[in-house]
C-alpha cells in the first residue's frame, strides 16, 4: 500500500468531486476513516479500493501540472543524497534523483509542501523541481540507498588494542559524514576493548562529553567539540533509526554493529537536558551458552527445572552486571521445550528463534502497563517482562502466577544482603513467597542459584 501526504490533497480534495472521481459522501466517509485510523486521506481511499494508487498520482500530476515518477523503474544519482540529510529525507518524504547545473530534481510525496522545499533549498543551495511519487516507494528508496551508508562498519580488535584512543579519530585532518561515522566506531571500539557496557554523551559548554561507566563509576574519556555535536548526535540518532530531527521528548532505539565478525546490539536512548540532549547508550553481547555461565550442572538444572512449571524465575544484581545475558542465555537453552515463551522488551536485544519477542512502542501508546493487561489473551505458558519496578507490575506478576505462568524477570539488588533488606518491606510480602527460583549474579564468574526452598529460608 502506498500513500499520499495531507497537505497536498486536502488541498485539492474537493477537486476530486468536482471531477466526477468520488462522490462527495464518499469523500467524506474516507475522512472520517481516516481520522479514525489516524491516517491521511489518500491512504483511506487506497485501502477502502475507492480509488487506486495510480488513478490518485495521475489525478495530481494532471492538476498539479508537475510529472510523476514511478520509483519502481528508477535509479537516483546516489551523488545527490549529498544535498538531502537522511534525517530531511524521512522528515517530508522526499528522496533526491538527479540534478542537471543548478537544478535538484527531488521526487515528492507532497509537492506542494512549500516549507520541506524551502529547506531543501536552504541546505542543497541551488533550484529544487519537484516530481510526484507515492510516500512508500521514496521510503523504500530512502531505506535501499541511504542505509549503505549509514552502518558501523566492522570493528577488528587488533594485538595492540590496548594502546587504542578514539580521540586519535577524532583529530585527524578531514570533514564530512565518514569522519563522524569514524569517530563513533573509534569510541564503539575502544569501549568494547575496555569492557564496557555503558557509556553516554553529555552536552556542556566545550562540547559534548565522553563517558564511560565501569565498576559504577564514571569515567571521562575526551570531548567532541562543539562545532561536531550536532552532526555527530544525527549521524548517532541515524545509525539507531532515531528521528534527528526531534530532540524535545526522549526516544529509544537500537545500534548494530560488528566486532570481529560478531553481531553486537546497544541500545540508545536519547533525553532532553537544559544543556541538550544527553545520550545513554547500553552494550549486549550475544546469549552464551548456560554452561558457560552457570558451569555448576546441579544449579543449571535447578533454573530449568524452574522454567517447566508454574513460578517466578528472579535474576538479581548489581547495574550493569549481565542480568540480561543471563536471561537470554536462560530463554535460547529453553527454545526447545514445547511451550509458548513470550518477552515484554523496551528493546529486543537479540532476535531469538522460537521465542515470541515484543517490543514496547510509547509513540503509538503501548507501553508496559497495556502490554500486561492484554499478554494474557495469546495464552503465553513462559514470559520474560523486563524491568518490573511498581507495586503493580509486582502484582500483575503474582496473578500470572495463580495462572500457571512462568514468569522470568530481573531485579536490581547490590547484594544478597541488599536484596533481603528489599525483599523485607511489606510490599514484597507475597511476591517473595511466589519466587520458584533466584539466580544472583555476584560477578561475571560467580553466579549463584537457589531452588524455592533454600531461598525462603534465606528471605524469611
Known amino acids: 500500500m502506498e500513500t499520499i501526504n495531507n497537505k497536498t490533497l486536502e488541498k485539492l480534495k474537493y477537486e476530486l468531486v468536482r471531477d466526477g472521481i468520488v462522490s462527495y459522501e464518499t469523500l467524506e466517509k474516507a475522512e472520517e ?53 537522511f534525517a530531511d529525507a524521512m522528515r517530508y518524504r522526499i528522496i533526491p534523483l538527479f540534478k542537471i547545473e543548478e537544478v535538484l530534481t527531488v521526487a515528492m510525496a507532497d509537492p506542494l509542501d512549500l516549507f520541506a522545499i524551502d529547506k531543501i533549498i536552504e541546505t542543497a543551495e541551488c533550484s529544487i523541481e519537484p516530481v510526484i511519487a507515492s510516500e512508500t516507494s521514496i521510503l523504500k528508496k530512502i531505506d535501499e540507498y541511504y542505509k549503505v551508508a549509514d552502518t558501523v562498519d566492522d570493528i577488528t580488535l587488533s594485538s595492540d588494542a590496548e594502546q587504542f584512543d578514539w580521540t586519535e579519530e577524532l583529530h585527524k585532518e578531514d570533514s564530512g559524514e565518514e569522519r563522524i561515522q569514524r569517530v563513533i566506531r ?24 565522553v563517558i564511560f561507566k565501569q565498576n559504577g563509576e564514571i569515567v ?17 540518532k541515524t545509525l539507531s533509526n532515531l528521528d534527528p530531527s526531534v530532540c524535545e521528548i526522549p526516544q529509544l532505539g537500537k545500534l548494530c554493529f ?53 513460578g517466578i524465575i528472579l535474576v538479581c544484581g548489581a547495574p550493569l552486571c549481565g542480568k540480561t545475558h543471563v536471561i537470554y542465555s536462560l ?122 526452598t533454600t531461598l525462603q529460608k534465606y528471605l524469611a
Open 220 to 236: 571521562d574519556k575526551g570531548i567532541i567539540p562543539a562545532i561536531l555535536n550536532s552532526a555527530f548526535v544525527s549521524k548517532l
Open 331 to 452: 530463554l535460547v537453552e529453553t527454545k526447545n521445550i514445547k511451550k509458548n515463551i513470550m518477552t515484554i522488551e523496551s528493546i529486543a536485544k537479540y532476535e531469538l528463534l522460537h521465542i515470541n519477542q515484543c517490543e514496547l512502542n510509547e509513540n503509538i501508546g503501548f507501553n508496559m502497563d497495556k502490554a500486561l493487561r492484554f499478554v494474557e489473551f495469546q495464552s503465553p505458558d513462559v514470559v520474560y517482562l523486563e524491568g518490573i519496578k511498581t507495586r503493580e507490575s509486582f502484582e500483575f506478576l503474582s496473578e500470572l502466577f495463580y495462572s500457571d505462568k512462568t514468569v522470568i524477570t530481573e531485579f536490581m539488588a547490590n547484594s544478597m544482603t541488599d536484596l533481603r533488606q528489599k525483599m523485607a518491606f511489606e510490599d514484597f510480602s507475597n511476591f517473595k513467597t511466589l519466587i520458584s527460583c533466584l539466580v544472583f549474579i555476584h560477578s561475571r564468574d560467580s553466579i549463584e542459584v537457589f531452588d524455592k
Open 258 to 310: 560488528k566486532v570481529d565478525n560478531t553481531m553486537l546490539i546497544a541500545s540508545i536512548s536519547s533525553f532532553p537536558t537544559i544543556m541538550g540532549e544527553r545520550i545513554s547508550l547500553k552494550i549486549y553481547k550475544p546469549p552464551s551458552k548456560l554452561e558457560k555461565i552457570i558451569p555448576d550442572e546441579k544449579q543449571r538444572a535447578t533454573l530449568l527445572s524452574a522454567v517447566e512449571k508454574p
Open 186 to 209: 573509534a569510541i564503539l571500539k575502544q569501549a568494547i576493548i575496555e569492557d564496557i557496557h555503558e557509556l553516554n554523551f553529555e552536552q556542556d559548554e566545550n562540547g559534548l562529553k
Open 33 to 85: 476513516l481516516a481520522n479514525v485510523q489516524n491516517i491521511n486521506i489518500g491512504q483511506a481511499m487506497i485501502n477502502s479500493n475507492i480509488l487506486s494508487e495510480d488513478t490518485l498520482l495521475r489525478f495530481l500530476e494532471s492538476k498539479l501540472h508537475i510529472p510523476y515518477v514511478n520509483l519502481e523503474d528508477y535509479s537516483p544519482d546516489p551523488k545527490c543524497f549529498n544535498f538531502v540529510a
